[in-house]
């Protein structure tokens, strides 16, 4: 095509399937046709807003004055010697003209909108071809690579461009005449965030300023006031500039900016911390919150409670915690406190075997709070085994002490708790993602009502009471809602023990009742001794240590008003947690949960003191198990809810 014709332009809209009402495109795509002149036929396009002209043989921009919406005009490889004709084109954003024939730079300075300007391999020479450019005060990106640039006083004319963020000017000879061209560029346009072929950053301006302002501070002293543009050109070009001031000077900046990244780094680093240190301490209030011994503390108790426990790890490495397999809790050690499971989950063995039915607690359980309760220590009675990559934190006896002192009436209610504590129902020891209460007709089997009772879903509220708070059957294990069954076979079909009844849950009671037995008998055959011998050898052990592993253990005579205890078997405690095949309670009717009153606590010293908190252990744990069997039957201590620690998978 040698002329542009309307219908040439038609037939390349009906191509680029476009309008074929021209004043519909808003882009025009006419380059590489080989025409010579724009034709007055492009008047109509009136909506073009991009107009390719690329690779034509234009040699002026003419006939663009009716489209007043274009932004964009690509006219590089053309034959244009001048920027003439966009007299109309007030809001023209970006004007590529690259690989022309342009002498001087002109006729732009109205284009107030005008953004970016390319006029690289062009025959540019002098700062007067260039001196337009201080009229074109919107301008931020600037081509000038591959002129004929030789004069070191256009840098002067890019200086007094106030937005001129990108420039690219290699390729001019005035490159190799300006000293330190790179610094210097960056110190007189120092509005610059790009030159040439890489960014100019922060760090690089601040020290290039640093650099300008020391080597020419003579210029600054004797004329008065700061380093400007112009002081930094006379110093450079009279050979003042002092270099070794402004060499120490770059390095000192050099040496300030890498103290503030590192404090930088640091406050970064601390306020993580500290959010995960908030996360993880409202976790932990959430879960002490539902611990017995805790029930009735108010809500700032419990937060400083959970502080103390976020900031107390049991792993040594403040930012690692256990790995896979590594002993968190060795058998034999003091067990401290209450251990909280923050990630992942551990496992209990002995002797690098599971016990416990391997037993394994996750993340929001926790273990060894019956060592809060009792005066003397605890020791573990196995391995605390990371069975992944877990963290652990600790709350300290002397930590519960400390802030129950500090808050009116904690110790009372620690005190009423106590006895409650160390008969704790493990459906209360649950995982965090428990606590999220998702409701759903298939998994949610147990309610709780304001007075901390269960009820079924299938029976009726006594007396029109409001339903409590649902939670899923998976807090609770398999035998959690069993009673130990009675060895009559007659008795069996009246176990009842929370309205339920069913095929199913008779086959769990019976199967249940059997491994009991049958465990029962095995550790009496291996221990090689009678019932009644192991009766009497734990009564007597009981009487020599305090620890709670033997005060709960089997009871009694027949002179005391105890139940017969037959199907319990008394081990070992694991940090104050009562394993399934080790502990079983007789079925026994009798009243409900015995009253605490007679915890009447008696003013004390707190831990701050020399005594450890009488008041706290003004009982012993003796009396307090002897008061809760003696106010009713033993079987009712547990008739708010009995589990294992299976029930923690």
């Known amino acids: 095509m040698a002329e542009m014709t309307a219908e040439a332009i038609q037939q390349i809209t009906k191509e680029m399937k476009q309008y074929n009402t021209p004043s519909l495109n808003d882009k025009l795509y006419l380059h590489f046709k080989g025409w010579k002149s724009i034709e007055p036929c492009l008047k109509e396009y009136t909506g073009v807003k991009a107009l390719w002209l690329e690779g034509n043989g234009l040699d002026a921009l003419q006939n663009l004055d009716e489209m007043k919406e274009l932004r964009c005009l690509y006219a590089q490889q053309n034959c244009l010697t001048d920027l003439s004709g966009l007299e109309g084109n007030l809001i023209l954003d970006s004007l590529n003209v690259a690989n022309n024939s342009i002498r001087t730079i002109s006729h732009i300075s109205h284009l107030t909108a005008l953004h970016t300007l390319q006029v690289a391999n062009n025959r540019l020479c002098g700062v007067e071809d260039i001196e337009h450019l201080r009229e074109c005060?919107?301008?931020?990106?600037?081509?000038?690579q591959n002129n004929k640039l030789e004069d070191p006083a256009c840098l002067e004319v890019l200086a007094a461009m106030p937005v001129l963020r990108?420039?690219?000017?290699?390729?001019?000879?005035?490159?190799?005449?300006?000293?330190?061209?790179?610094?210097?560029?960056?110190?007189?346009?120092?509005?610059?965030?790009?030159?040439?072929?890489?960014?100019?950053?922060e760090d690089e301006r601040r020290t290039t300023r640093a650099w300008a302002e020391a080597g020419a501070a003579h210029k600054a002293e004797e004329e008065g006031g700061a380093v400007t543009a112009v002081m930094l050109a006379e110093a450079l070009a009279d050979w003042s500039f002092q270099m070794d001031k402004a060499h120490a000077a770059e390095k000192a900046e050099r040496l300030l900016i890498k103290e503030e990244k590192e404090e930088k780094d640091r406050r970064n680093r601390e306020a993580f911390q500290n959010m995960l240190y908030d996360s993880r301490m409202k976790r932990i209030a959430h879960v002490l919150a539902n611990v017995r011994l805790f029930e009735g503390l108010p809500d700032e108790c419990l937060m400083e409670l959970a502080a103390r426990c976020a900031s107390n790890p049991v792993h040594t490495n403040q930012v690692v915690g256990f790995a896979k397999e590594e002993v968190c809790l060795a058998s034999g050690a003091t067990v401290e406190g209450l251990y909280l499971v923050c990630k992942g989950k551990?496992?209990?063995?002995?002797q690098g075997k599971a016990c416990y039915d391997g037993a394994t607690l996750h993340?929001?359980?926790?273990?060894?709070?019956?060592s809060i309760c009792t005066t003397g220590d605890t020791t573990a009675a196995a391995d605390v085994v990371a069975k992944d990559y877990s963290e652990l934190y600790l709350l300290t006896k002397d930590d519960v002490l400390d802030v129950a002192d500090a808050h009116e009436g904690a110790i009372d209610?620690?005190?009423?708790?106590?006895?409650?504590?160390?008969?704790?129902q493990w459906y209360e020891c649950r995982p965090f993602r428990a606590y999220e209460l998702l409701h759903s007709t298939n998994s949610f089997i147990v309610e709780r009502d304001g007075q901390g009772k269960r009820s079924q879903p299938g029976e009726e509220e006594a007396g029109g009471s409001v339903p409590g708070e649902k939670y899923p059957i998976e807090w609770y294990g398999k035998n959690e809602l069993a009673k130990s069954v009675p060895e009559s076979a007659e008795d069996e079909e009246e176990i009842n023990p929370y309205g339920r009844t069913g095929d199913l849950l008779k086959d769990e009671y019976k199967d249940q009742w059997e491994r009991v037995q049958e465990n029962k008998r095995q550790a009496l055959a291996e221990a090689g001794v009678t019932e009644a011998e192991f009766i009497a050898n734990a009564d007597a052990e009981r009487k020599k240590a305090q620890?709670?592993?033997s005060t709960c253990g089997i009871g009694g005579g027949d002179d005391d008003?105890?139940?017969?205890l037959e199907d319990v078997v008394v081990g070992d405690v694991e940090a104050g947690m009562p394993p399934l095949e080790d502990v079983r309670v007789g079925e026994e009717e009798g009243g409900g949960v015995p009253p605490l009153e007679d915890a009447d606590p008696r003013e004390g010293q707190g831990v701050n003191g020399a005594a450890p908190s009488p008041k706290f252990y003004q009982s012993t744990d003796e009396q307090i198990i002897a008061d809760v069997v003696k106010g009713g039957n033993a079987v009712e201590c547990v008739e708010e809810g009995f589990t294992d620690v299976n029930s923690l998978d």
């Open 137 to 144: 005060p919107s301008i931020g990106v600037l081509d000038l």
């Open 547 to 549: 620890p709670l592993a």
């Open 363 to 370: 993340a929001g359980q926790y273990f060894g709070e019956n």
């Open 561 to 564: 008003d105890l139940p017969p």
């Open 346 to 350: 551990v496992q209990f063995s002995r």
């Open 413 to 424: 209610i620690l005190q009423g708790n106590r006895g409650s504590a160390l008969r704790v």
């Open 166 to 201: 990108v420039l690219q000017i290699q390729g001019n000879p005035l490159t190799r005449k300006i000293k330190h061209y790179r610094k210097t560029v960056i110190a007189r346009c120092q509005e610059l965030t790009y030159l040439d072929d890489r960014p100019v950053f």
